[in-house]
């Protein structure tokens, strides 16, 4: 398997399945295409992206594009990973929760874009603040149903992988989820998603690009 990513300190939407991948033992390789330069949208095309944007993972002659097809295809390939919990009810709800990930959240993911090296003290718009009261809401809804301490229960699922470049800009830009309704279970998750192995080999990788070669 290959995987075509972004930079790591930028690129949210390549983190996803990266995540994925690793917590499902893969073996897989990564190419990484410099992101914000004059030249990457031909390198993207260039290395195989059938859409013109990444992560794309191939394996074999098989090319999938789009975060959350190719979370879906490493949860299919790898059923050992339990990258789905086995109820019926949590895998809709944390489908749910990633689809909204994925098609919402416009004003956070414009205004607080992931940049794992910065550590700032934003004031949000409004729009921005309503996002980020309903990811909260929607951590402690699902935290409560299902018992934590992962959103779907005990096991780290794709709904975290998604929601893990979510708790990168909240530290990044300082934002405390208390200020948006939360009594500590959102708070805590974001900070737990944080110290999750895989996520913190990301972070060591993670190198803030110096040029635009």
């Not at 893990?164 to 830009?173: G, I, K, N, Q």
Request: glycine share 8%; with cysteine; aromatic share 10%.
């Amino acid at each position: 398997m290959e995987l075509l990513i972004g930079d790591k300190v930028w690129s949210s939407w390549s983190m996803r399945p990266w995540l994925a991948l690793k917590r499902a033992g893969a073996e897989f390789t990564e190419t990484l295409i410099p992101l914000r330069t004059p030249q990457t949208e031909a390198r993207i095309r260039a290395a195989g992206s059938p859409s013109g944007m990444i992560p794309v993972l191939k394996d074999g002659d098989l090319v999938i594009w789009d975060s959350l097809a190719v979370c879906e295809y490493i949860a299919e390939a790898f059923p050992q990973a339990k990258l789905w919990p086995q109820d019926r009810a949590a895998r809709a709800l944390g489908r749910s929760a990633c689809a909204e990930m994925h098609g919402g959240f416009h004003s956070m993911r414009g205004e607080l874009s992931m940049d794992l090296a910065r550590r700032d003290s934003a004031t949000l718009t409004p729009a921005t603040g309503d996002d980020v009261r309903r990811a909260v809401s929607l951590w402690n809804g699902l935290l409560s149903r299902f018992g934590g301490p992962f959103l779907l229960g005990p096991d780290w699922t794709i709904a975290d992988a998604f929601y893990t470049p979510v708790a990168t800009r909240l530290r990044s830009y300082g934002v405390r989820p208390s200020d948006y309704g939360d009594t500590g279970g959102a708070g805590a998750y974001a900070e737990r998603l944080l110290e999750q192995p895989e996520y913190l080999q990301w972070e060591r990788e993670a190198v803030a690009p110096t040029s635009a070669a």
